[in-house]
């Protein structure tokens, strides 16, 4: 087997991973391309991009020739006096013409194939758009389901860390070495947390359901991510950025379209007072018109100039109808530029806060990790109280907490920076699908339950 053949079939065997009919968005890259297939609002936006790009050859026919033909046949009944005997008799008529008018000058029409262009760069521009807003939805739906199962998983450790805790608190009482005030704490953690991971629980159901939506396919086990190094923004400086947003976003390529949409059909409305030339020819054969039995049978070309006068002040009216769209675009163009200026500068802080969030985060959790073995040896040797315990435990779990939505945010900060710059790219899909692993989710919650195993069934020994 070559490697032309291998490469052939490795291509193959993707696509049929990413194929829309798949039954589950195990991947980023599936879900995306799910999404892709099914997302209303990206057809919307590919519809009327189709229906823009009609509108082009629409405008341009207005300047290129018209070939018209016409017939007609008729019955017939001429009385003739003044040349003789009367004549009185019934007879048939026939007409058929040919008529070919070319346009010379037409500047409405010229106007109107400027209003098509620029309705097509809005078309692709909002396209653009669309595609950019459904990376960003699937992603954070996709990363939302992730760092909801997580703090479930927390929640669930916790709780189980604490019933261990209450069992042992329980126990210690009824061997004469433990307290009621021990028992009550940890039976009231032990319901805290059973709230905590019924909501967690209910959390997940819901973002599942977000994931859903957008996929429109039923969301089963997903890739997670594995430990990732944060990343700040490169370049490290603000103005960069938001340079290249106010070059790249196609919001604002969209608003600017819009606005050339707008002052062309100002123009397309006072050239309505324009004259127009055109030239026509034609060709006609007739019987029967003048005289029972006459043929006539003619061709001609003329020159033909329009020049209107007065549009009852239709004109002017369309012309300041569309003067005042002209304003309205404008000041929508100013907005959108300052939107997008706060938002990629909003991006910029929030990727960098995120870097700083993510490290407190994973050093704060090392720290409660170190806490909690010092904290159960402590307990084991006599020198910490079961209520320390259980504040280390809990304070644990939020570390915990911290840093797995410190983690999602993060990556998530990536892609919103470069979806408020206007860059992001079904490419960076790829990129971030590369971060997915089977990450186990194991680590110092699983010493903390072995703990409380230990203990308990220490106590239990006669």
């Known amino acids: 087997m070559g490697p032309r053949l291998l490469a052939k079939l490795a291509t193959i065997g993707a696509l049929l991973w990413v194929v829309p009919g798949h039954a589950y968005a195990e991947t980023l890259l599936t879900a995306y391309h799910e999404a892709v297939a099914r997302d209303p609002v990206l057809a919307q936006a590919r519809a009327q991009l189709a229906e823009d790009r009609a509108g082009e050859p629409l405008a ?109 608190a329980k126990a210690f009482l009824a061997v004469g070495t433990g307290d009621v005030i021990a028992v009550q704490e940890a039976r009231a953690d032990c319901d805290a947390a059973t ?29 997670d991510v594995g430990r990732i190094q944060p990343q700040l923004p490169h370049p490290d400086r603000m103005e960069p950025w938001v340079a290249m947003a106010l070059r790249n976003q196609p919001l604002l390529r969209q608003a600017k379209a819009d606005l050339k949409t707008a002052q062309a059909a100002v123009r397309y409305h006072e050239r309505a007072g324009w004259p127009t030339l055109t030239i026509q020819m034609e060709a006609q054969h007739g019987l029967g018109e003048l005289l029972p039995g006459v043929e006539v049978n003619q061709m001609g070309a003329s020159i033909n100039l329009f020049f209107p006068i007065y549009q009852g002040g239709g004109i002017s009216a369309a012309t300041g109808q569309a003067q005042a769209a002209v304003s309205v675009s404008q000041n929508r163009l100013r907005h959108v530029r300052d939107d997008i200026r706060l938002q990629t500068e909003t991006a910029f802080l929030n990727m960098q806060t995120s870097v700083a969030q993510m490290q407190a985060a994973s050093q704060a959790l090392t720290a409660a990790r170190i806490s909690l073995a010092g904290t159960r040896k402590g307990y084991q040797v006599g020198t910490r109280s079961f209520i320390d315990v259980l504040t280390v435990a809990t304070q644990y779990a939020a570390a915990e907490r911290s840093y ?25 899909v790829l990129a971030i699908n590369a971060l997915l692993t089977n990450r186990p989710h194991k680590g110092s919650i699983g010493a903390a339950q072995h703990f409380a195993k230990s203990q308990a069934s220490r106590l239990e020994r006669p």
């Not at 998530?412 to 710059?421: F, G, I, P, Q, T």
Request: aromatic share 4%; hydrophobic share 50%; no cysteine.
């Open 60 to 168: 341009r026919s207005a300047l290129y020739p018209h070939l018209g033909a016409a017939a007609s046949v008729g019955e017939n009944r001429a009385h003739v006096t003044g040349i003789g005997l009367p004549i009185l008799t019934d007879y048939l008529s026939d007409t058929y013409s040919l008529t070919l008018t070319q346009p010379l000058f037409n500047g409405q029409a010229l106007s109107a194939m400027d209003i098509a262009d620029s309705q097509v760069r809005q078309g692709e521009a909002a396209l653009a758009a669309a595609q950019q807003n459904l990376i960003v939805a699937v992603t954070r739906a996709y990363f939302g389901v992730l760092q909801a199962q997580a703090l479930a998983r927390v929640a669930r450790h916790q709780r189980h860390l604490l019933v261990g805790l209450y069992r042992q």
């Open 195 to 223: 709230a905590s991971l019924i909501l967690a629980q209910n959390a997940v159901a819901v973002a599942r359901q977000g994931l859903k939506q957008l996929t429109h396919s039923p969301v089963t086990a997903l890739r």
């Open 404 to 428: 797995e939505v410190a983690l999602y945010n993060q990556i998530m900060a990536r892609v919103e920076l470069k979806a408020a710059v206007g860059v992001l790219k079904p490419r960076d």
